[in-house]
Nanobody
């Protein structure tokens, strides 16, 4: 069974950077992997996705030009490089798998959700 584990979150000042990792185990990384985030009191939203072929799709307009998704299939890891972070980027970041990126769609259409990693952007 595919399992995903997120890491790399933390506390960063506005304007700073973080790189999140989503490490897969159990199967080869033959899936599209999406990054999502959930701020307190808000619904989970899609951030970005990389197809199994490495095609990148940005789900959220608010991160365009600041966040970059990438994958290393040999390491079975997907990364989310986050630059120019803003307080509104604060939340728990999750990764999940699906056969294709498409649009984020319902949370239930994604599988193997990790436990999440907390990102806090604050001065």
């Amino acid at each position: 069974q595919l399992q995903l584990v997120e890491s790399g979150g933390g506390l960063v000042q506005p304007g700073g950077s973080l790189r999140l990792s989503c490490a897969a185990s159990g199967f080869t990384l033959d899936y599209a992997i999406g990054w999502f985030r959930q701020a307190p009191g808000k619904e989970r939203e899609g951030v970005s996705c990389t197809s199994k072929y490495g095609i990148r799709i940005t789900f959220s307009d608010s991160v365009k030009g600041r966040f970059t998704i990438s994958r290393d299939n040999a390491k079975k890891t997907v990364y989310l490089q986050m630059n120019s972070l803003k307080p509104e980027d604060t939340g728990v970041y999750y990764c999940a798998a699906r056969s294709n990126c498409g649009s984020p769609g319902p949370v239930g259409s994604w599988r193997s959700w990790g436990q999440g990693t907390q990102v806090t952007v604050s001065s």
